[in-house]
C-alpha cells in the first residue's frame, strides 16, 4: 500500500536549442532522442512531448549516483564491466515510467545521460558536483528554446543526488515552480554513504554490481582521501575525482533546502539502501521550517529506484507534482524569450 504525508501528518505506505530524431510511442505522446550542450560537453537526451492545446508544463529528470542512462538505470551502456546485467523481467528505469506517467498528465519531460554515460560526452568519474549542477542549468536553457513548452510552468525533479542538484537549480532559478525529490539524502553524503554501505552489507542489496561492491569495501579510504583534499583515488582500476564526493560531503541537502521556497513532493522507497527513508522525513522538517508546505510520499517495499512501486505509486507522485506546477512570474530575460518564441 503506498500513501502520501501532506503537511505535517503522516502515512507510512507503500543552452543551446534541441535538436533531433522524432518518433511515435501512443496517440497522444511522442518522444525525440536529441542532444544539447552542457558547457564543452554534448549531451544525449529524450524529450517526451504530449500532444494538448498551448504550451505544455514541463520537468527536467535529473538522475542519482553513480553512471546513470537516461531512463534513470544503471548505464550498462557506456560502463557494461561497472554493474551486473539486467534481470530478464525488470522494469523500464524509474525516469521512463516517470516520463510516461507525466506525459499522461499532460506534462512535457526531459531526461539526460550524465557525462560520460550512454552516447554522452566526457567522463562520469572525473565530474564535479558542481559542474552536474550546471549541466542540469544547461539542460533547462535548452528546453526554455522549445516553443511548445511553457516557461512559467516548470518543475526539476531529482533522484537521490540528482536531489541536491534539483534543489541548488530551483534555488537559483525563480521560474521554476516545483520540485520533486525522490530518495534523497538530507543529512551530509559522508555520513549518508556509511549508513548506505552498512545497509547493503547487511542486505547484499546491489552487491551483484562490481562498481557498488568496490565501493562501499573502500569507502572509508575514500572519504579519509576527499577530507584530506586529494584529487584522485583508484577504485577497481578507476581513477575517480574525488572533488565530487568533497563537495557533496559539505553541501547536505538540509542546508539547501532551508533556502528553497517552492512547492515540493518527496517520494522515498521504504527499503532504500542508498538513503534511508528517514533522510526525507529530516528533509521535509526542513522544508516546512522554512516555510514550504511539502508533500512525502512513503513507499512500502520500495528501493531507491521504486522498481517495486507500481504505475499507481508512480502515478501519484506525478499528480502531486502535477498539481504544483504553478505559472510562475519570469525575469527579463525569460519574458524577452516568451516573447520572441510567441512572434516566432
Same mark, same amino acid.
Request: overall charge negative; aromatic content about 4%.
Given at each position: 500500500?503506498?500513501?502520501?504525508?501532506?503537511?505535517?501528518?503522516?502515512?507510512?505506505?507503500?543552452?543551446?536549442? *534541441?535538436?533531433?530524431?522524432?518518433?511515435?510511442?501512443?496517440?497522444?505522446?511522442? =518522444?525525440?532522442?536529441?542532444?544539447?550542450?552542457?558547457?564543452?560537453?554534448s549531451l544525449a537526451?529524450?524529450?517526451?512531448?504530449?500532444?494538448?492545446?498551448?504550451? *505544455?508544463?514541463?520537468?527536467?529528470?535529473?538522475?542519482?549516483?553513480?553512471?546513470?542512462?537516461?531512463?534513470?538505470?544503471?548505464d550498462r551502456v557506456?560502463?557494461?564491466?561497472?554493474?551486473?546485467?539486467?534481470?530478464?523481467?525488470?522494469?523500464?528505469?524509474?525516469? =521512463?515510467?516517470?516520463?510516461?506517467?507525466?506525459?499522461?498528465?499532460?506534462?512535457?519531460?526531459?531526461?539526460?545521460?550524465?557525462?560520460?554515460?550512454?552516447?554522452?560526452?566526457?567522463?562520469?568519474?572525473?565530474?564535479?558536483?558542481?559542474?552536474?549542477?550546471?549541466?542540469?542549468?544547461?539542460?533547462?536553457?535548452?528546453?526554455?528554446?522549445?516553443?511548445?513548452?511553457?516557461?512559467?510552468?516548470?518543475?526539476?525533479?531529482?533522484h537521490g543526488e540528482?536531489?541536491?542538484?534539483?534543489?541548488?537549480?530551483?534555488?537559483?532559478?525563480?521560474?521554476?515552480?516545483?520540485?520533486?525529490?525522490?530518495?534523497?539524502?538530507?543529512?551530509?553524503?559522508?555520513?549518508?554513504?556509511?549508513?548506505?554501505?552498512?545497509?547493503?552489507?547487511?542486505?547484499?542489496?546491489?552487491?551483484?554490481?562490481?562498481?557498488?561492491?568496490?565501493?562501499?569495501?573502500?569507502?572509508?579510504?575514500?572519504?579519509?582521501?576527499?577530507?584530506?583534499?586529494?584529487?584522485?583515488? *583508484?577504485?577497481?582500476?578507476?581513477?575517480?575525482?574525488?572533488?565530487?564526493?568533497?563537495?557533496?560531503?559539505?553541501?547536505?541537502?538540509?542546508?539547501?533546502?532551508?533556502?528553497?521556497?517552492?512547492?515540493?513532493?518527496?517520494?522515498?522507497?521504504?527499503?532504500?539502501?542508498? =538513503?534511508?527513508?528517514?533522510?526525507?522525513?529530516?528533509?521535509?522538517?526542513?522544508?516546512?521550517?522554512?516555510?514550504? =508546505?511539502?508533500?512525502?510520499?512513503?513507499?512500502?517495499?520500495?528501493?531507491?529506484?521504486?522498481?517495486?512501486?507500481?504505475?499507481?505509486?508512480?502515478?501519484?507522485?506525478?499528480?502531486?507534482?502535477?498539481?504544483?506546477?504553478?505559472?510562475?512570474?519570469?525575469?527579463?530575460?525569460?519574458?524577452?524569450?516568451?516573447?520572441?518564441?510567441?512572434?516566432?
Amino acid at each position: 500500500m503506498n500513501g502520501t504525508v501532506s503537511g505535517g501528518g503522516v502515512k507510512i505506505g507503500s543552452g543551446d536549442r *534541441l535538436t533531433g530524431a522524432e518518433r511515435t510511442i501512443g496517440p497522444v505522446t511522442r =518522444t525525440e532522442e536529441l542532444r544539447f550542450r552542457a558547457g564543452d560537453a554534448s549531451l544525449a537526451a529524450t524529450l517526451t512531448l504530449p500532444d494538448g492545446e498551448g504550451r *505544455l508544463p514541463w520537468a527536467l529528470l535529473v538522475p542519482s549516483w553513480l553512471p546513470r542512462g537516461r531512463d534513470g538505470d544503471w548505464d550498462r551502456v557506456g560502463h557494461p564491466s561497472w554493474f551486473a546485467p539486467s534481470p530478464p523481467d525488470a522494469w523500464p528505469g524509474l525516469f =521512463t515510467r516517470l516520463a510516461d506517467a507525466f506525459a499522461a498528465r499532460g506534462v512535457a519531460t526531459l531526461r539526460y545521460a550524465p557525462r560520460g554515460c550512454g552516447e554522452s560526452d566526457g567522463a562520469w568519474e572525473t565530474v564535479s558536483l558542481f559542474t552536474r549542477i550546471d549541466d542540469a542549468r544547461d539542460a533547462i536553457g535548452a528546453m526554455r528554446s522549445r516553443p511548445e513548452l511553457d516557461l512559467r510552468r516548470a518543475a526539476v525533479v531529482g533522484h537521490g543526488e540528482g536531489a541536491s542538484v534539483a534543489l541548488s537549480v530551483a534555488i537559483g532559478d525563480p521560474a521554476i515552480g516545483a520540485v520533486g525529490l525522490i530518495g534523497p539524502a538530507a543529512r551530509s553524503l559522508r555520513g549518508v554513504m556509511r549508513r548506505g554501505a552498512a545497509e547493503r552489507g547487511r542486505t547484499g542489496a546491489d552487491r551483484e554490481h562490481p562498481i557498488v561492491e568496490a565501493l562501499d569495501r573502500n569507502l572509508e579510504e575514500l572519504v579519509e582521501r576527499a577530507d584530506r583534499r586529494e584529487t584522485t583515488m *583508484l577504485l577497481n582500476e578507476i581513477e575517480l575525482n574525488l572533488a565530487a564526493w568533497e563537495q557533496g560531503f559539505h553541501t547536505p541537502a538540509m542546508a539547501l533546502a532551508t533556502m528553497l521556497h517552492r512547492n515540493v513532493v518527496l517520494a522515498h522507497g521504504s527499503h532504500d539502501v542508498w =538513503t534511508g527513508p528517514e533522510e526525507s522525513l529530516f528533509l521535509a522538517d526542513a522544508l516546512r521550517e522554512a516555510g514550504n =508546505t511539502p508533500e512525502l510520499q512513503l513507499l512500502d517495499g520500495a528501493g531507491h529506484d521504486l522498481a517495486e512501486a507500481d504505475h499507481a505509486a508512480i502515478g501519484a507522485f506525478a499528480d502531486a507534482l502535477s498539481a504544483r506546477m504553478e505559472a510562475r512570474e519570469l525575469p527579463p530575460v525569460l519574458l524577452a524569450i516568451e516573447e520572441m518564441s510567441a512572434d516566432g
